[in-house]
């Protein structure tokens, strides 16, 4: 069992900045790569943010170079530093794992969300 645990969440006015946390726990003995999704009210889940464990990144073309991930792979943890924020980064911010299974396979896990809300 593998349980995802975010934290950081909750209300920023426009243009603060706001850092996420989620740390893995579990049956875990490596982890292939750690990210950040959100979903808006009716919108899809969205990709805010990737990292590997070797620390390439990728992020979503909305937020390049106002959101920094990082890992901190002795503590199966990642993080979110979120800067500038805007209205449109309203959403629940869902933290999501790969993690290598038996047999070369992969599983994907994912937390329960946490809200942020930019409003002033």
């Known amino acids: 069992q593998v349980q995802l645990v975010e934290s950081g969440g909750g209300l920023v006015q426009p243009g603060g900045s706001l850092g996420l946390s989620c740390a893995a726990s579990?049956?875990?003995?490596?982890?292939?790569?750690m990210g950040w999704y959100r979903q808006a009210p009716g919108k899809e889940r969205e990709l805010v943010a990737t990292?590997?464990?070797?620390?390439?990144?990728n992020y979503g073309d909305s937020v390049k170079g106002r959101f920094t991930i990082s890992m901190d792979n002795a503590k199966n943890m990642v993080y979110l530093q979120m800067n500038s924020l805007k209205p449109e980064d309203t959403a629940v911010y869902y933290c999501?794992?790969?993690?290598?299974?038996?047999?070369?396979?992969?599983?994907?896990?994912w937390g329960q969300g946490t809200q942020v809300t930019v409003s002033s």
């Open positions: 999501n794992a790969i993690i290598p299974r038996r047999f070369g396979m992969q599983g994907t896990y």
């Open positions: 579990g049956s875990i003995f490596s982890i292939n790569a």
């Open positions: 990292i590997t464990s070797g620390g390439t990144t």
